[in-house]
């Protein structure tokens, strides 16, 4: 979809190992859907095409039909390999990407709208806490694949040292809040507890 000119998709990683989860986050139950199509449809309603970034042999809830599903072919990069496999796919067809995780299932398309508004002439513009970037709450310009390769071959995995090689345009919090004054697009789901918190906050919603 067409922001100030400029066309914008999506990209979803979701190849982590939930370690602290104990299960697959993509799977879990959030209100009528499943977490990873919850994220998907939040995302495709605001830009497209998305893509979904998973893990080699990853099982996965059913996609919609206008969902591109990439496989990442070593499971050992991390997501910065990810977002490197997201926009090596869709470099041709958008001059960027919201990028986020399969496991913020409040995330707000106003917020998405937020951040694509606000990327000017930046390469990335992303949530920023103090000093800390949030890399899975971005938009990345495609022309950005370019620079993640030598990271990849020298195994310098760290998206936050990647973002601060780029142009990288921080909004903070206080910004954030304007559009999402509980913050809840960037809340992330790591553990058991904070599932239940998540359940808590979308049965007050939609209860």
Same mark, same amino acid.
């Given at each position: ?18 370690? $602290? ?25 605001? &830009?497209? /095409? ?14 919609? /039909? ?20 997201? +926009? ?19 995330? $707000? $398309? ?5 951040? #694509? ?6 390469? #990335? ?9 949030? /890399? ?7 022309? &950005? ?5 030598? +990271? +990849? ?15 990288? $345009? ?30 808590? #906050? ?6």
């Amino acid at each position: 979809k067409s922001y100030a000119m400029i066309n914008v998709g999506g990209i979803v990683l979701c190849g982590g190992q939930s370690r $602290r989860m104990g299960k697959s986050k993509a799977w879990l139950q959030v209100g009528q859907k499943t977490m990873l199509s919850r994220i998907v449809d939040i995302v495709r309603e605001t &830009v497209s /095409p998305v893509a979904v970034v998973a893990g080699h042999g990853q099982s996965l809830p059913p996609l919609p /039909p206008d969902v591109i599903l990439i496989r990442d072919p070593v499971s050992s990069k991390g997501p910065l390999m990810g977002v490197y496999m997201g +926009l090596k796919h869709l470099r041709h067809e958008v001059e960027a990407v919201f990028v986020t995780g399969c496991d913020t299932p409040l995330l $707000r $398309r106003e917020c998405i709208e937020f951040l #694509i508004h606000r990327l000017d002439k930046w390469d #990335i513009v992303a949530a920023k806490e103090g000093d800390f970037f949030h /890399p899975l709450f971005g938009v990345y310009r495609t022309s &950005v694949v370019s620079q993640i390769i030598p +990271l +990849l071959r020298d195994n310098r995995l760290s998206l936050q040292g990647f973002l601060g090689t780029c142009k990288t $345009r921080g909004i903070s919090l206080a910004d954030l809040s304007v559009v999402d004054p509980t913050l809840d697009s960037i809340r992330n789901v790591n553990t058991p507890e904070e599932y239940q918190e998540i359940l808590d #906050i979308v049965l007050q919603q939609e209860g």
